[in-house]
């Protein structure tokens, strides 16, 4: 067994946690802020079977992959523009921190 | 030393923290939920000496098993029925999930 | 790489994630409760290289330590006294409990 500490954003967390119960992984969920990724994020502890660990990075790496996403900007605030015109940018988004732990026992009662 | 992570339903949280206490085990608290057990538990980090560690999955066992409760059930909201009785039902409460971790280093400033 | 797991109390916790951020050092907060420390502590998950512990543990030393601070007393309850008079006394705070733990494998996606 190894124990799966996985750091996600917020936003992909809910897309994370479906994804294991489809695969009857049991992951316990964490609030955490900060650090590794910006603000607002969520912290998994997964304890998984050594044969399992490489389907499990692929599926956090398959929900929560740094990309990049078009959003529309923020409004200017600029009053000397006559406008308050948004237009589309990039932003980066996602993105996991991963430590595979090794276990000196793993219980359950 | 080694690093216990025990992650607990939150009905029993307090009687375990009690339980640490009385044995002078210092634990620390996170709020969790989901995955391992039902919605709503806590995650325990307790550094254990490699003698206590035996001692320490004991108290968690005790305070924490999984076991079956008698409740009575919600009433019936079944309009068709002319009672609202209620009637004992059996669920399964409790139960912990333990990873026990190896250490490289303990320090206490 | 280590993970280390560091938990501190609330009020250096500001101090230390600016010390982490000045140095580069990404670290992730969860919020904490009780056991190593008393109540109001803050968990810190910062994954560091090897030969990056050692620093990683004195800022954490620089920041967190165990200190004699100087607090006025509540005022006084006792209302047979004809005095709400508060007076200096030394109090301790700060303090850290760290675990620097063994990783197979980190990852970051
Ligand atoms: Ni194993
Ligand atoms: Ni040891
Ligand atoms: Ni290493």
Redesign the interface.
Known sequence: ???V?A?VQNQDSKRL?DG?AEKGV????????????RAG?T?????VDDKK?EDT?EL??EN???RSQTMMSPPSYDFTLESDLTYPVNVEV????????????????
């Open positions: 067994m190894k124990l500490v750091i946690a294991f049991r992951a316990t969920k964490l609030s955490s802020t900060g650090g590794f990724l994020n912290t998994f502890l997964v304890g660990v990075l956090i790496k929560c992959s740094t996602g993105g996991a921190t991963i430590f595979v732990l090794p276990i000196d026992q793993f219980l359950q009662f």
